[in-house]
């Protein structure tokens, strides 16, 4: 997937669809997750132009793809689908495909599915994950020492908390994004936000920032910390790109 068609298309749909972003307002969470409310009907085949499609991973993160034949195997059952020259689907309803169903004709027949039942899916499969990878907890045997007592000393730099500001690339929709910004506050980082659905200019200048950094879009959030461009929100990752910006090391 080319990450200049990627952008231009999230640009055209911000410019078409402007209410788009502000969208989410409509779900205050008290709506239930079934609906029966449809969008009008819409099918989408190999060759559908203008798409965006979104899949989740088993670790509850979401990436972007703009061909169904670019979706792997393991996100090819819940796809959400944007069509860029339509406002149906990027509301408080969403179009989603099956891909692994293909009809006769050679397309696949999109379903509705709630804003909130699509973020539950995300909670649900990231829970799940996190629980997978959680590490047993350790034996306490009687009179082991307290965890404070004879602890090794780890191969993970300090974090320094430090006059820094941080751009996070993101979009109001990604839980991931909201997380990284929260925990860059827990560390008295001044965050800037950026919405690369609502600004065009926000999606460019990332865009830009992966290719100078030599890196593969189609996950948000991007954070910039003093020039480490991360893909994606992990603590660790964050706090050593911290402690080094703090050190003076970083570009």
Request: proline content about 7%.
């Amino acid at each position: 997937m080319k990450r200049a068609a990627l952008f231009a298309i999230i640009a055209l749909f911000t410019l078409q669809n402007a209410a788009a972003c502000s969208s989410k307002k409509e779900d205050d969470g008290t709506t239930p997750l079934a609906t029966t409310e449809e969008l009008p009907a819409l099918a989408i085949g190999e060759d559908t132009p203008n798409l965006l499609l979104t899949w989740i991973d088993e670790k509850g993160d979401m990436h972007v793809e703009l061909k169904p034949a670019d979706v792997p195997a393991e996100g090819r059952s819940l796809v959400r689908v944007v069509v860029s020259d339509r406002e149906d689907g990027t509301k408080h309803l969403f179009y989603v495909v099956d891909l692994t169903k293909k009809r006769d004709d050679g397309t696949y027949a999109a379903r509705t599915m709630t804003r909130r039942a699509w973020e539950s899916e995300v909670e649900k499969r990231r829970s799940a994950y996190l629980a997978k990878i959680a590490p047993p907890p350790p034996p306490s045997p009687t009179g082991a020492p307290s965890a404070t007592q004879g602890a090794k000393p780890t191969n993970e730099p300090p974090v320094v908390a430090s006059d820094l500001t941080v751009i996070v690339y993101g979009a109001d929709w990604c839980k991931p994004c909201h997380q990284a910004e929260d925990y860059l506050r827990s560390k008295g980082v001044r965050v800037v936000k950026k919405d690369v659905e609502a600004s065009p200019e926000a999606a460019r200048e990332m865009s830009d920032k992966l290719e100078k950094s030599g890196q593969r879009g189609g996950s948000i959030p991007v954070i910039d910390i003093r020039g480490q461009i991360l893909v994606g929100f992990s603590t660790r990752a964050v706090d050593r790109a911290l402690a080094k910006a703090s050190s003076g090391t970083a570009l």
